[in-house]
């Protein structure tokens, strides 16, 4: 899947002029966590978070008074307090491919951009997160989740599928990356949906699987 299938397509926005307040209202009043400033052409020009607009408030100990501290942040703009450096991706980036882009830096978003590097979408943690919980079948009522030890050999993950369906369990979801650590095993957690689940289970054991039961939703 590609960062076009979760990303946010009506992106809330500033120019480089807008004032701080201005800034500070939309992340307050539409509860978002960035908002990139972008020129009249839709091309960004920086990236504005929610704890950049913490720093740039005036410490709670602060001399000023009411009246001083309003002046000042009346002359912030946005141009003045974003992030110039701003990493973005395309639409048709894969999405575990913007994962590894946020990662090491932390990122919590990026900045969606066609081939003319204009605004069409931002993505960020929280849509890989939902995404996540999607492919993990984690909103799937009434699911069980087992976690299976396999042998890391070509044709032991079908057959293990192949046996839950054999059982009466029906597929929800399939989780089963190799690693350098595994040292010739892997493991596999599934979820399934079954009229009855313990039968599912006691049959796999038979079968000669070593399993565990994590969940039943």
């Known amino acids: 899947m590609f960062v076009e299938n979760i990303m946010t397509r009506e992106v809330l926005h500033v120019a480089p002029e807008a004032s701080f307040s201005q800034v500070s209202e939309i992340m307050r009043l539409k509860k978002v966590r960035h908002v990139p ?49 701003v990493v973005s991706c395309s639409p048709r980036t894969q999405i575990e491919e913007a994962a590894r882009m946020m990662r090491p830096k932390k990122l919590g978003c990026l900045t969606v951009v066609d081939d003319a590097g204009r605004l069409v979408g931002i993505v960020t943690s929280v849509d890989l997160l939902d995404f996540f919980l999607d492919i993990t079948g984690c909103w799937v009522e009434g699911a069980t989740r087992i976690t299976v030890k396999l042998a890391d050999r070509a044709g032991q993950l079908a057959a293990l599928l192949a046996s839950v369906n054999a059982q009466g369990g029906y597929i929800v979801s399939v989780v089963s990356p190799r690693t350098p650590q595994s040292e010739g095993l892997r493991t596999a957690t599934i979820r399934f949906e079954a009229k009855d689940a313990g039968a599912v289970v006691q049959g796999l054991r038979e079968a000669g699987y070593e399993l565990s039961v994590d969940q039943t939703a």
């Open 37 to 85: 400033v972008i020129d009249q052409d839709r091309k960004v020009l920086g990236i504005i978070s929610h704890r950049d607009v913490q720093r740039a408030q005036p410490s709670m100990i602060t001399t000023l008074d009411v009246g001083e501290v309003k002046y000042l942040l009346s002359k912030i703009t946005a141009a003045d307090i974003m992030h110039k450096s």
